[in-house]
């Protein structure tokens, strides 16, 4: 018989991290395989309206509620011609798209994508390409985006039929610009110059925009942290971001060391920290750099297919991770850590959100689907509005491959001041037994339980398809309010979301 496990957690009201960024639910759209075309964009679709866009992925999206959808790319960016992607869609150029070996038409570009955007109620995350370009197309491009008129690139803007300017607030300057595989791949000094000499420039275009400087591409790099440091050192007073990078696998088919790498990614967080930290006591500044984490699953299912791929293809199936339930279970657990991180953590963008390691698949010509994942990233983005609290946690712990001390409860706790609602989101990383919680909740006095979501299944393996849903929440978990006390049974590996709210 399965036993049960306890675990204990303080909730109280003025333990408070931070307000929420709602932008740590950000996603990602990138050239890359049909996460465009066949994506988001299927003008032969029954589905798609007069601009090409298939309307059941636009509502899948907004089931998320996504505010920032970070774009062009990714690798592809490097490489483009943003002037490529505008003016009459006949005179584009279709071009060897290198960094994904596939052709790339160029039918969608800058303003179709932010008229998109706006139909999902999002915004965009712009990136620019420091790889094969620089300084000057990267001011252009927000001279175009960004500037009312009576300018070359603005009234240009204006000739292609937007009158108004995008107002684009947030650009990254490059893409993984640390990593050999990024076409123009930088050295720390190099990126650090050219990232200040564009930032500088760009604000010079429109002050009102904020700045996001490319950190590691991931933990494994051998310049991490030291990329940080240095880059940051030429560009610290002139960039409010730095980003990190992250992907997870269970290639070893470990699920318990699966489950526990959000310890890896909260260590990655707290160097990353430190690292601006110290840089901001090296310049004496008084200026604290936030972070915005605009890249971030698990990767892993869809390499091998991959690299069976004949390039040159137009929007081949790329990075099409079919993910599991235990895919679920860790993609909740990164969103408890962003939100216990939300002091410093301000943007965050699950990359990515259609068809290429996405939370929605589409079928060319045909349905629209739910990933695994898709559940908790909705959780998250709906309920964990707020003010994120710190809760007290004693949970009994598991040791690893690679980790030592996993508590078995992952959670965090956001505070909705103003429609006086709490969320516990709750992860139990056993995989054999239940984790009885007992919470006190004593300082929200008059709450009561709204519902408890559980998302399970006995097999860690399970998928969904266009055909069947295997994975998805059910309301109906056994949480209980008795005197200031929650009490529930987490069941075993299983990913709840307990909400409570004033009569
Ligand atoms: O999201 C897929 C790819 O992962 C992006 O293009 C790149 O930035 C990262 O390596």
Redesign the pocket.
Known sequence: MAQSLKAKMIIDKSFRIAEVDKRIYGS?I?H?GRAVYGGIYEPSHPLANESGFRSDVKELVKELDVPIIRYP????VSGYNWEDGVGPVADRPKRLEL?WRTVEPNEIGTNEFFQWTREVGSEVMMAVNLGTRGIDAARNLVEYCNHPGGSYWSDLRRSHGVEQPHKIKTWCLG??MD?PWQIGHKTMHEYGRIALEAAKVMRWVDPDIELVACGS?NTGMTTFPEWEAVTLDHTYDAVDYISL?Q?YGNRDNDTENFLALTMDLDHFIHTIKSTCDYIKAKKRSKKTMMLSFD?WNVWFHSNEADSKMEPWQIAPPQ?EDIYTFEDALLVGSMLITFLRHADRVRMACL??LVN??APIMTENNGRAWKQTIFYPYMHASRFGRGVSLMPVVNSPKYDSKDFTDVPYLDSAVVYNEENEELTIFAVNRNLNDALELNCDVRSFEGFEIVEHLVMESDDLKATNSAAEEKVAPRSGGSAKLDSGIVSANLNKASWNVIRLAKK
């Open positions: 990602f990138e890359l790319g990714g690798n592809f960094a893409n993984e990593g591409s990078h992907y890249e990075l990359a990515q290429v390691i």
